[in-house]
């Protein structure tokens, strides 16, 4: 008779994305989810930096700059690839697998991050993805609560930024990679956009998991390289623009939940 632990784990499996010179991480994530019994799935992690920009590929980066008022730099292309070859990985897998647990290699496992993803899963099936980690969730509405205590919904507010952990379903996925197979916004804003993609989206009130160590050492890009890659002010009315109306959106979706 399989344990409960066993049984969930049958249900989900986790993705952690990795860079392949970030070793130590790897070594350290790895090691926890030996010592917890967690399913763990490594997923080389695309380095944007290494990607001359004459070969990126699928990517529109005149919307990129027009939505979003900054160049395009190289490790929000290489987030992006990375985070949708999970998805191609996790579809290949069998079916018995109903849920993908999304973790960039900064976020920190927890014995019950599996438990507590399929609570929400049997709670809110019609969800196709939950985030588990976001930087705010202001203006949350509630639409459940599981039997583990984790209230979920949608927020008025946003974005609530980060894609550092995240469950998503087979059909979610297979959505998301044909909404957003073309890069035109951050992964991370494009993820929670549910009203476009068309993908069920929901959030946690309080977050599942934290940041661990690593959460400083980020290979996207720091706050000095992103103000170094902003267009012009006057340019970015079509930024404006864009982000009143997806705020708009937003607590329209929230509020039809």
């Not at 344990?3 to 993705?15: D, K, T, V």
């Not at 599996?114 to 993805?129: K, N, W, Y």
């Not at 203006?139 to 469950?167: E, I, M, N, W």
Request: hydrophobic share 35%; net charge positive; aromatic share 6%.
């Amino acid at each position: 008779m399989q344990s409960e632990q066993g049984e969930s784990s049958l249900r989900a499996n986790i993705y952690i994305i990795n860079l392949d010179r970030s070793e130590k991480r790897w070594q350290r994530v790895s090691t926890m989810a030996q010592q917890m019994g967690l399913p763990l799935t490594r997923i080389p992690a695309v380095d944007g930096a290494c990607v001359p920009v004459e070969d990126r590929i699928d990517t529109d980066t005149a919307s990129f700059l027009r939505l979003h008022g900054h160049v395009m730099m190289p490790g929000e292309y290489g987030c992006y690839r990375s985070h949708l070859n999970v998805m191609q990985a996790f579809l290949q897998t069998p079916k018995e697998v109903e849920i993908a647990i999304v973790m960039e290699d900064d976020a920190e496992l927890r014995p019950d991050i599996i438990d507590r993803a399929l609570a929400i899963h049997d709670a809110l099936p019609q969800a196709g993805i939950v985030k588990l980690l976001n930087n705010r969730a202001r203006g949350f509405r509630q639409k459940l609560k599981t039997t583990l205590g984790d209230r979920v919904g949608r927020c008025l507010h946003g974005p609530q930024g980060s894609a550092a952990c995240y469950y998503v379903t087979r059909t979610g996925a297979a959505s998301l990679l044909s909404a957003i197979a073309t890069m035109k916004l951050p992964y991370d804003i494009a993820l929670e956009r549910g009203w476009e993609t068309g993908v069920e989206t929901f959030t946690v009130q309080h977050n599942v998991t934290t940041l661990g160590p690593y959460r400083r050492d980020t290979a996207i890009g720091n706050s000095s390289q992103y103000r170094k890659t902003k267009i012009p002010r006057l340019k970015r009315v079509t930024t404006h623009l864009f982000r009143a109306r997806d705020y708009l959106c937003r607590i329209a979706y929230a509020l039809r939940m």
